[in-house]
């Protein structure tokens, strides 16, 4: 006999009514008191809502910050490799100090540092950080590449290819790192037909290289060709528009072929970037003089030259401001410091001529006038030494070294002390640069890298 349970109809009731208070399910929306759906209903107890709503912003929290945080982290490493990846230096170095305040130094970003610093040649930075990579863990392997592309960079590597050839083979090299260090170098040694063998090979392996036509522009620039050159880096600028150092050749590229309007848009969107290359700001200056705007070259090197910083094209550009003015006692003050380190100088020595003349220093104007008249026939064979050498005909160590001690003394350091450097990867024994060599480093204040020559010359000579 089955016996049934009963029920009483209260018994019922109470059942119904302690189901409806338990629901199933909760979501934020039954917290809300706004909520349509809970209007008229039993509010939850206190308690129980704490609790809940306590649980889900315990896990929603944390997963906004980490997300946060993750996302900046990759914008920022985004931001950096691409930087870098166009030799914005400036802007990757200001990027990483920005990811290491939240961060802090990592191995990570000391290496990145140290490679916005090679390519910005700043050797004791670039060593500093490089260091501090390797301590703090990164890939010592990878570290080392880094020193190979600066000496690579530096032409300081004999044997090019063997060197090449290990950068190649390191974890995770780049033919994007290593290209522009060996083609600099090459540049270094005047190595025009292995330069031209190497930008063949990079074009192949990556046709959109920024790199390849930026080289073929530098190399059209050597041989004294600025259609070329212009065509070149135009194109460059045109497919790549955030790759930096082209800017600053095709400044210089316009500059040379008079076309000084053109020369300010490029040039002034390289120094954005790159503040502190002085060569950029002669650029600039000589651009700035020939468009007849000689208040803004007073503006801009007059700070240079009170702090030291004026390099002595600088002076001459700003001497030919005041000397168009006819201001001659300030072209005498600008020149003198140059006149006494360089003595041969002809472009100082014509300034000071006028000057001396003008002031009625009949002494001091035919002395500098005379230094002058001699130093043109030099200054006038410089183009046809420079093409007998690019052909091929006068490659030899007299003759690089000819050019850059005609340049070096007589019309431009920098562009001297390129054909002194040439002389030596002909002949590293060749003391006649050597010797000139440790004349331009001690006149500009690197008395370090003066020794080095003259610890060679020394040697050289005892052994004799």
């Given at each position: 006999?089955?016996?049934?349970?009963?029920?009483?109809?209260?018994?019922?009731?109470?059942?119904?009514?302690?189901?409806?208070?338990?629901?199933?399910?909760?979501?934020?929306?039954?917290?809300?008191?706004?909520?349509?759906?809970?209007?008229?209903?039993?509010?939850?107890?206190?308690?129980?809502?704490?609790?809940?709503?306590?649980?889900?912003?315990?896990?929603?929290?944390p997963?906004?910050?980490?997300?946060?945080?993750?996302?900046?982290?990759?914008?920022?490493?985004?931001?950096?490799?691409?930087?870098?990846?166009?030799?914005?230096?400036?802007?990757?170095?200001?990027?990483?100090?920005?990811?290491?305040?939240?961060?802090?130094?990592?191995?990570?970003?000391?290496?990145?540092?140290?490679?916005?610093?090679?390519?910005?040649?700043?050797?004791?930075?670039f060593?500093?950080?490089?260091?501090?990579?390797?301590?703090?863990?990164?890939?010592?392997?990878k570290?080392?590449n880094?020193?190979?592309?600066?000496?690579?960079?530096?032409?300081?590597?004999?044997?090019?290819e063997?060197?090449?050839?290990?950068?190649?083979?390191?974890?995770?090299a780049?033919?994007?790192?290593i290209?522009?260090?060996?083609?600099?170098?090459?540049?270094?040694k005047?190595?025009?037909?292995?330069?031209?063998?190497?930008?063949?090979f990079?074009?192949?392996?990556?046709?959109?290289?920024?790199?390849?036509?930026?080289?073929?522009?530098?190399?059209?620039?050597?041989?004294?060709?600025t259609?070329?050159?212009?065509q070149?880096?135009?194109s460059?600028?045109?497919?790549?528009?955030?790759?930096?150092?082209v800017?600053?050749?095709?400044?210089?590229?316009?500059?040379?072929?008079?076309?000084?309007?053109?020369?300010?848009?490029?040039?002034?969107?390289?120094?954005?970037?790159?503040?502190?290359?002085?060569?950029?700001?002669?650029?600039?200056?000589?651009?700035?003089?020939?468009?007849?705007?000689?208040?803004?070259?007073?503006?801009?090197?007059?700070?240079?030259?009170?702090?030291?910083?004026?390099?002595?094209?600088?002076?001459?550009?700003?001497?030919?401001?005041?000397?168009?003015?006819?201001?001659?006692?300030?072209?005498?003050?600008?020149?003198?410091?140059?006149?006494?380190?360089?003595p041969?100088?002809?472009?100082?020595?014509?300034?000071?001529?006028?000057?001396h003349?003008?002031?009625?220093?009949?002494?001091?104007?035919?002395?500098?006038?005379?230094?002058?008249?001699?130093?043109q026939?030099?200054?006038?064979?410089?183009?046809?030494?420079?093409s007998?050498?690019?052909?091929?005909?006068?490659?030899?160590?007299?003759?690089h070294?000819?050019?850059?001690?005609?340049?070096?003394?007589?019309?431009?350091?920098?562009?001297?002390?390129?054909?002194?450097?040439?002389?030596?990867?002909?002949?590293a024994?060749?003391?006649?640069a050597h010797?000139?060599?440790?004349?331009?480093?001690?006149?500009?204040?690197?008395?370090?890298?003066?020794?080095?020559h003259?610890?060679?010359?020394n040697?050289?000579?005892?052994?004799?």
């Amino acid at each position: 006999m089955m016996v049934r349970s009963k029920l009483s109809p209260k018994s019922t009731s109470a059942a119904a009514s302690a189901k409806k208070a338990i629901p199933a399910s909760l979501s934020l929306d039954d917290f809300d008191p706004r909520n349509p759906a809970t209007l008229g209903k039993p509010a939850l107890k206190p308690t129980w809502a704490r609790i809940r709503l306590a649980v889900l912003l315990s896990i929603l929290i944390p997963l906004a910050v980490f997300g946060y945080y993750h996302n900046r982290r990759t914008t920022a490493q985004s931001k950096i490799a691409k930087a870098l990846e166009n030799w914005d230096n400036g802007a990757a170095i200001r990027e990483i100090k920005a990811l290491e305040k939240g961060t802090g130094l990592t191995a990570e970003s000391a290496f990145l540092r140290s490679r916005a610093y090679r390519h910005l040649g700043d050797d004791i930075a670039f060593a500093q950080f490089s260091e501090l990579a390797r301590q703090l863990g990164y890939s010592e392997e990878k570290v080392k590449n880094e020193r190979l592309l600066r000496d690579l960079h530096l032409g300081l590597v004999d044997d090019t290819e063997g060197a090449l050839a290990r950068a190649m083979a390191a974890p995770g090299a780049e033919l994007e790192e290593i290209g522009p260090a060996v083609v600099y170098g090459l540049l270094s040694k005047l190595s025009f037909p292995e330069v031209n063998q190497f930008l063949e090979f990079w074009s192949e392996q990556n046709p959109d290289s920024p790199w390849v036509p930026f080289f073929r522009g530098m190399m059209s620039m050597a041989g004294r060709d600025t259609v070329s050159a212009i065509q070149s880096f135009e194109s460059c600028a045109l497919s790549h528009p955030d790759f930096v150092p082209v800017y600053g050749q095709m400044g210089a590229a316009y500059l040379k072929a008079r076309d000084y309007e053109k020369v300010l848009p490029p040039i002034q969107r390289y120094l954005r970037s790159v503040p502190e290359d002085l060569d950029a700001y002669s650029v600039q200056a000589g651009a700035l003089v020939n468009l007849d705007r000689g208040d803004e070259v007073i503006e801009l090197l007059n700070p240079l030259v009170e702090t030291g910083k004026a390099t002595v094209d600088m002076k001459t550009t700003l001497a030919r401001v005041y000397s168009a003015r006819e201001e001659w006692a300030k072209v005498v003050e600008i020149l003198s410091s140059v006149a006494s380190l360089w003595p041969e100088d002809v472009r100082t020595a014509n300034l000071l001529s006028q000057a001396h003349q003008a002031l009625g220093n009949e002494e001091d104007a035919a002395r500098f006038a005379k230094i002058a008249q001699e130093g043109q026939p030099d200054l006038q064979s410089v183009d046809q030494r420079v093409s007998r050498i690019l052909s091929g005909v006068d490659r030899t160590v007299e003759k690089h070294y000819e050019l850059g001690h005609i340049l070096l003394h007589k019309q431009s350091r920098e562009e001297g002390l390129q054909w002194l450097s040439s002389a030596l990867a002909i002949d590293a024994t060749y003391l006649p640069a050597h010797e000139d060599l440790v004349m331009y480093f001690n006149r500009t204040n690197r008395p370090e890298l003066a020794a080095r020559h003259q610890r060679y010359i020394n040697l050289r000579r005892g052994s004799q």
